[in-house]
């Protein structure tokens, strides 16, 4: 069975400010990772994922995440945030047979002016 | 080209009538996810076809829900004698083709009320 955890359910910053939304996962076999967006009243949109190479994933807004085996962790960073970031983040895993994502609770990040 | 679309966007209905749901997946893409978003149990896995397959239904939370996906396209989810724990947004996502089975397309959503 799989399992993600989103330490924080809320993460309020002021614009321009880094962020980390923390994401850990466990899994008895090899997963692929995943960052979902979903804006205010909007469906949920792929941010990044890692599916094998490196690492370290960027998305094209400037979100990047870094895949931790060790620590099991894929926590998501923006170095500086805009007011257009505020969302919900959804961290998610798959990797059996079937594919079906299993999702952590979730983290609104809420960037103040 | 086009998204996943599904319909209709909001749906009211009665205690104890059944709904239907509709999906339309991105063209080409083999595998059709349905997940259902709640506040109390955030985002579920519900069922899950992959081409010519028998569907995997292992998180369906009862037997009042069934899917089928006809022609290896378009899916429907059924919910009969709906009960108020029901109302949720039921997502569908879609995956395959040149993007790959992994990445996952969500559409957005039908938002249902059981009254």
């Known amino acids: 069975a799989q399992s993600v955890t989103q330490l924080d359910s809320q993460v309020p910053v002021f614009e321009e400010a880094p962020v980390e939304l923390r994401c850990n996962y466990s899994?008895?076999?090899?997963?692929?990772l995943f960052w979902y967006v979903q804006y205010p009243n909007q469906g949920l949109q792929l941010l990044l994922k890692?599916?094998?190479?490196?690492?370290l994933v960027e998305s094209i807004n400037g979100f990047e995440a870094e895949f931790n085996k060790s620590q099991t962790s894929f926590h998501l960073r923006k170095p500086s945030v805009h007011i257009s970031d505020t969302a919900e983040y959804f961290c998610?895993?798959?990797?059996?047979?079937?594919?079906?994502?299993?999702f952590g609770g979730g983290t609104r990040l809420m960037v103040k002016p | 080209g086009a998204g996943v679309s599904q319909s209709p966007s909001n749906k009211v209905t009665e205690k104890g009538k059944d709904v239907e749901l509709r999906c339309d997946p991105i063209?080409?893409?083999?595998?059709l996810y349905w997940y259902r978003q709640s506040l109390g149990q955030g985002l579920e896995f519900l069922i899950y076809?992959?081409?010519?397959?028998?569907?995997?239904k292992s998180g369906l939370p009862s037997d009042r829900f069934s899917a089928e996906r006809t022609g290896g396209s378009v899916s429907t989810l059924t919910i009969q004698r709906t009960q108020q724990e029901d109302s949720a947004v039921y997502l569908c996502?879609?995956?395959?083709?040149?993007?790959?089975?992994?990445?996952?397309?969500f559409g957005p959503g039908t938002r249902l009320t059981v009254t």
């Open positions: 996502a879609s995956s395959g083709g040149l993007a790959g089975l992994y990445e996952q397309y």
């Open positions: 899994s008895s076999v090899s997963v692929y």
């Open positions: 890692y599916l094998s190479g490196s690492t």
């Open positions: 998610a895993v798959t990797g059996n047979a079937g594919n079906m994502l299993t």
């Open positions: 063209s080409g893409h083999t595998a």
């Open positions: 076809f992959q081409g010519n397959s028998a569907p995997d």
